[in-house]
């Protein structure tokens, strides 16, 4: 029969396992020295960047500039749907400088149809073509013939446009693409207001309707754009820098008047 414990009893016992070397304190349970110990769970495996497999993003669909503004005119089905549609027209990066859209000025249903190449400061601000001061000599021009944007006639009145609805930076010439992109537009444009006669005012009305530059040697000759009779003749900007050029661009002016007569 085991005696009670005492404090005594306890003290004593202590003092003989030290003096046997027992100098730790262990737990209750006994511990197994021989048993390995777990081992320790393995970080997940980095993927090998070297070897893995790039991803690929799907490629995006190119869209052609050119054939978007090809079709874009083709659907439009009047004078105010193709102002629409280029007002949505999202290639030509001119529009996001520019105050308006320039589209047309005159009666649409006039015989004569005049093609400037882009508005200047003047017709951004106001939304219609040839408004500053090459606009205003040629209104004086073509009221010398007896024509004006004005009439009501379609004998007598004058349907204006340009081919780029947006004005350019600093008034600098369009480049090829930015003409190229407005050529549909402006061959619809010729389509739905069917004029009889048409006049390219410059250079670049003659690059976009003739494919061909050289404005002091096409002038005054009769040519075809856009399926109709044309008339390549000097800018009124030109002439305004150029004022001898007016004797030439008289003489435009008195064989237009004569082909509208009917006496070419």
């Known amino acids: 029969m085991e005696s009670p414990l005492t404090p005594e009893t306890v003290l004593a016992s202590l003092a003989w396992q030290i003096e046997l070397g027992a100098t730790e304190a262990i737990g209750d349970a006994p511990v197994n020295r021989y048993e390995l110990p777990e081992k320790a769970a393995k970080p997940a495996a980095k993927p090998d960047t070297a070897t893995a497999t790039p991803v690929i993003p799907a490629p995006q669909a190119k869209t052609d500039p050119l054939a978007d503004a090809e079709r874009a005119a083709a659907a439009a089905p009047t004078l105010d749907a193709l102002r629409a549609a280029l007002a949505a027209y999202p290639h030509c990066d001119l529009r996001r400088g520019a105050r308006n859209l320039v589209f047309c000025d005159g009666s649409a249903a006039a015989r004569l149809m005049i093609i400037g190449e882009a508005p200047g400061r003047d017709e951004d601000m106001q939304g219609k073509p040839f408004v500053g001061r090459a606009g205003q000599l040629l209104d004086r021009m073509f009221d010398a013939i007896g024509l004006s944007r004005g009439a009501d006639t379609p004998e007598t009145a004058l349907y204006i446009s340009n081919i780029l609805p947006w004005r350019p930076p600093q008034n600098r010439d369009p480049n090829a693409d930015e003409i190229a992109m407005m050529r549909p537009f402006m061959a619809r444009h010729v389509e739905l207001a069917n004029p009889d006669v048409v006049v390219l005012m410059g250079n670049i009305s003659c690059e976009a309707g003739l494919g ?14 856009y399926g109709k009779p044309a008339l390549p003749m000097f800018h009124p900007a030109y002439l305004l820098r150029n004022p001898a050029a007016k004797r030439e661009a008289w003489a435009d002016l008195l064989a237009l008047k004569a082909r509208l007569a009917g006496r070419a």
């Open 212 to 225: 061909k530059r050289g404005i002091t040697r096409l002038r005054g000759q009769w040519s075809e754009a």
